[in-house]
């Protein structure tokens, strides 16, 4: 399995970004994909995360801003970045997890927040 993260890059306070990830190879149609990110200096945290069927699980500190979403047609999970804020600068990672293979990560993308 394969994960190609890319739409990183310098946004300004408050702007938006869409992260994209696709993710090919064989895969377990019961799986979780999700997005984790790593602050200079600090460890991967989870971002968002969900499931084939829909559930959908954000950190507290996203809740509200940011939003995941999956289009298992073409094997990619999104996430759509609203009122960007300093603290939210980080490498981005995709994640797809299944019970039989744990987690495979993609390479990050870079999202930094700055005026």
């Known amino acids: 399995v394969q994960l190609q993260a890319c739409g990183g890059g310098l946004v300004q306070p408050g702007g938006s970004r869409r992260l994209s990830c696709a993710v090919s190879g064989s895969i377990d149609r019961f799986n979780v994909m999700g997005w984790y990110r790593q602050a200079p200096e600090s460890q991967r945290e989870l971002v968002a995360e969900?499931?084939?069927?829909?559930?959908?699980n954000y950190a507290d500190s996203v809740k509200g801003r940011f939003t995941i979403s999956r289009d298992d047609a073409y094997n990619t999970v999104y996430l759509q970045m609203n009122s960007l804020k300093p603290d939210d600068t980080a490498v981005y990672y995709c994640d797809l997890y299944t019970a039989y293979s744990g987690s495979s990560w993609g390479q990050g993308t870079l999202v930094t927040v700055s005026s």
């Open positions: 969900m499931t084939g069927a829909g559930s959908r």
